[in-house]
């Protein structure tokens, strides 16, 4: 295309937007007008994509990184050919794939955006896998608003693409000056984003974002960098092309006041239809390959052994890789604690260093799986907090990304309460779709890993940090959503529920009041989500009463995942739900424990009253 | 001090970071020897406080982002002798205010760090307190990792206190090349840092920080730039002193491996006491104001209005900003959404914009709070789960900090799931210590907002988008803790509880259920945390069965904040928790209630079904 129809590709988009945004009564159409240029450029000269066949291993990858601007991917995606004026008006309305914000329910959505920062670091875990897992010589254009750039998740992925040298990537910044509620932190200022930016070893390139043979040249300039990706830096204007919100303050996420008019002064409606570039020729790449291979012989923890469940991940990691060549894993400069620095050493080639950078370490990640890989990330579990917002949007994306957490609860002891997670629990729960387990010996982490490798979706794995004694043979199966009951008999007159630390203290509550002529069933509630409904319903049947124990605050954990088997009309035992209520200090584990009222010594006394309290049916 | 003498001090720092650790079998003393002669310079020539009064207005602030130097932290302390040798060998056991990491159980603590990445934020928070609203010229040091410089927020603390030319804070920065599992990414190449934090405006000084007439230099290099803030950016080695560990892998976060050896290397254990410079003179300082002052005229709104609950917490906040001086509201670029902008507009010395950075915003009000101002921060609260490791660490922090998340649940209607927060309230109810208030009417609203004023501690208000009716006169009350009893006769035959907009759903259903001869019982829980016990356990026993509509995902929200009111023995009534389940899309407000199964024909279907269950007792 020449440089006029660029312009009036441009024009198009603006358009599309503009209408999509009146139809819908909603939405962002001057921050997609602000980079409709950039994006004419992109689709009709540079981007390499057959919209056809979204999953073409040759295509590039295109992210929103500002999702609001969807009304613009949605018009990118009618000059493509592939959706139509009906659907394009569609937008926001119930059961539409034009969301508000872009998701995978479209096909050629990598990943969910719309929480701003998120898109760059996702692109640069696309690259990662282009250009060091698949030997794709395919590119990541991410299209990035300015407003983003006050959020610290850009700068983590702006060091971790300039340390990777991930020249495939392209950040194409929209400087279009307005923020939400008036102007951002630098303006226009573009010099101020290339020196940020060029010093963290990115190529940057400051432009006119209107101006089409300028954006023709930063892209072709993009294209031909070696060794450092490149920011292109666009001076753009909020509402461009229409006078009555064109670089105005108050135009931000809210149709044009008169669409019919804007889309006349845009030149109307147009109907041009954009010959997208072919895919990359991908003849010599290497393709991930499925989780679900052949058997794996796990390894295997004798009864009575004293493990962390965290060294058991991080040996069944390592063999599950070998055995697994689409796994790859992750950790945030901790992996002697998390221990998967073991996978690290005999798979180099599959590990990836984020450095402390967990927004960072989860986005490379999303980027990772969006091509295919399984990845594992590992850190913390106290530190998966500081990723929270990229956990709850790759649950919107579908993703499927499996999160460790090390160093789970107060038992992890003398570090104190910034060390330990207490929340974890509560924030994987809360997570849609999510899976969430909780092992208490060796064998059963590694089977558990064994499942959580096979399992498409978020899946959480807490581990442990000291040692607790080996009570499950190698090679018992553990499946997402079950139990165990350790301890059974008719005479049960109360469920003691646990899962990780706590059940080692359960077991030993129960051998106390058996001994007192107390019968106690134990369950290993090992699955934290989906929970074991049908094995609670019937230990509350049996014995009417249930003491709940976990190392995590009172809130949203274990105790409430019991309850909540009971959510559906179902009558409830009576429960006493042992977990953390005061802040812990610095102590040995075993003191923190008791502290915290969630050892074998609480767990009793909790039982005891509850059996004291059973009144014959 | 002369240059031997303060060598001589950082060589006692490093003694008794030895000392301490190898006391507790555990630590961080390398992490420790590298900073100890730049803490040295500081303590002896620099620092200006009075230990004997760590409230004092004119006590410059030091912050160890790098917590996990807690070691020389209180070396520190027990150089300016206010700790003794007994206390320092208390370290990281059971009931020592000597926590693995530092926390404000100790007075001269001003925030609890050991999350990497905080401390910076916290300290330009500090800064600006001083700078902007008290008129005090203190400075704030920072001791921070060369491993945290990962973390994006670092860089939006840098961005930050760059752009507010924040003269009077000082980061320091202990480049001692070694992260936990091995080099950063940028080892020794100070000059790598000095680029990236030179590019966000701050004034950089590269030095060995082993020199301490180079050290000295720079700080009073720091201490004479105006205009902009300072990082000094020291070469070091990590177990500086101690051949044995020093600049040596593997010897993070654990004793040196021959304490008596290494304080003999070290030329013994010292007992030097620093004469630390005297407070800075506040005489023209203007001190916050408590925020519990006269009567307030909050804004009354006529019942059988529509008005959303976030204008009317705009509107409260703007008044109760009037009547109490000591309250400061900061914003992430949303002011305009949150509602915050009103107070901006009438009390703009006391609003303080942060862009979109949601983990500075909280640093900032942490640092806000630690001189008493009274801070409410404010977002969408989908955007809190971005700054959750930072309100997770507040808790740590016995911070007073208050939190309101606009735009919560489907209710927000087309945006979409991005926008929407549906993991907030399982968020805040696992903060410890935490208040979690939802209001569903604006005299609600500015009644809660004024309690959450006058307590102390971490308060989160969730607010609504849409307009909803008023239904509580003027003047009404609502304690903290506390509920509203909507509806109830003695023959309920079920309790609805809900809370925000579900609460008007909850209304219109039980006026159904009551039309079609079913009385129901219908609760507003507006305290989700604490949560009414006393109320909901009478409801149980009058009804024996609630159904619990929340617009929150089914995990960590209103409907296990119900059952844990029944966590301690007694008898749970049958439930249905009504919750949203499936990912939403774009939709109307009432097609989301809908599609989620939270509206009033939902509420009653379940609740026809649960009293439709009843068994005469």
């Known amino acids: 295309m020449d440089a006029k129809q660029l312009r009036d590709l441009g024009q ?113 875990g696309l690259a990662l896998a282009a250009a060091r897992l698949e030997n794709a010589p395919v590119r990541a254009w991410v299209l990035c608003g300015d407003s983003e750039l006050a959020e610290g998740s850009m700068w983590e992925a702006f060091e971790y693409a300039g340390y990777e040298r991930l020249d495939n990537l392209t950040a194409i910044i929209d400087v279009n000056r307005l923020g939400q509620r008036g102007e951002t932190r630098h303006g226009w200022d573009t010099a101020a984003y290339a020196r940020r930016i060029g010093a963290f070893g990115w190529h940057t390139i400051e ?74 020729d991908v003849a010599g790449r290497r393709a991930p390959v499925s989780p679900n291979g052949g058997p794996v012989s796990l390894p295997a923890y004798e009864r009575g052994q004293q493990v962390a469940t965290r060294a058991a991940f991080g040996e069944a990691l390592s063999v599950l890789g070998g055995a697994r060549p689409g796994l790859v894993v992750l950790d945030g400069e901790v992996s002697d604690s998390t221990r998967t620095d073991d996978f690290a050493r005999q798979h180099p080639d599959r590990f990836f260093e984020c450095y402390i950078a967990e927004q960072q370490m989860v986005a490379t990640a999303l980027g990772l799986q969006a091509r295919g890989w399984v990845p594992f990330a590992a850190t913390f579990a106290a530190f998966w907090t500081r990723a929270h917002d990229f956990i709850r949007m790759a649950a919107i994306s579908r993703a499927n990304l499996k999160l460790v957490g090390s160093h789970a609860g107060v038992s992890i002891g003398q570090d104190g309460p910034s060390q330990m997670g207490l929340e974890d629990l509560a924030l994987f729960r809360a997570i849609h779709g999510s899976v969430v387990l909780y092992p208490c010996d060796a064998n059963q982490t590694a089977a558990l890993l064994a499942e959580l490798t096979a399992h498409h979706g978020i899946g959480y794995l807490r581990t442990t940090r000291g040692g607790t004694p080996v009570i499950y043979p190698p090679g018992e199966r553990f499946p997402i959503g079950g139990s165990k009951v350790l301890r059974a008999s008719d005479a049960d007159q109360v469920t003691i529920i646990a899962a990780g630390v706590t059940v080692h ?94 050892d074998a010594k609480a767990i009793e006394a909790a039982a005891r009253a509850l059996a004291g309290q059973r009144v014959a049916p």
């Open 505 to 598: 203290q359960a077991l030993a509550a129960a051998d106390r009041l058996a001994a007192d002529g107390i019968p106690a069933r134990v369950i290993d509630l090992y699955s934290v989500k989906p929970v074991d409904t049908q094995a609670l319903r019937a230990a509350a049947e049996a014995t009417g009463a249930f003491v709940t124990a976990e190392d995590h605050w009172a809130e949203g954990g274990l105790g409430d995942a019991v309850m909540a088997a009971f959510a559906n009309g179902h009558q409830p035992p009576r429960m006493a739900k042992l977990a953390v209520h005061a802040m812990p200090g610095s102590a040995t584990p075993e003191e923190q424990l008791h502290a915290a009222g969630i």
């Open 12 to 124: 198009q988009l603006r358009v599309d937007a503009v209408h999509a945004a009146a139809a819908a009564g909603s939405g962002h159409p001057t921050s997609s007008m602000s980079a409709a240029d950039l994006m004419a450029v992109l689709l009709a000269g540079h981007l390499r994509y057959d919209f056809t066949m979204p999953g073409h291993p040759g295509n590039d990858r295109l992210i929103f990184s500002k999702g609001h601007a969807a009304p613009l991917l949605y018009a990118m995606y009618r000059a493509a050919g592939v959706i139509h004026d009906t659907e394009l008006l569609s937008f926001r309305t119930l059961g539409s794939r034009l969301e508000g914000h872009p998701t995978p329910r479209l096909p050629w959505v990598e990943v969910a955006t719309g929480s701003l920062g998120l898109g760059l670091g996702v692109g640069a």
């Open 207 to 280: 432009i006119d974002g209107h101006d089409v043979d300028a954006i023709d040249d930063a892209f072709t300039a993009a294209e031909s960098t070696q060794g450092r990706p490149t920011a292109i830096i666009a001076r753009t204007m909020k509402g461009r092309g229409v006078a009555a919100v064109q670089d105005t303050e108050g135009a931000h996420g809210k149709p044009v006041p008169d669409a019919d008019e804007a889309i006349a002064e845009l030149g109307g409606i147009r109907s041009v239809q954009v010959p997208v570039r072919p895919p990359h």
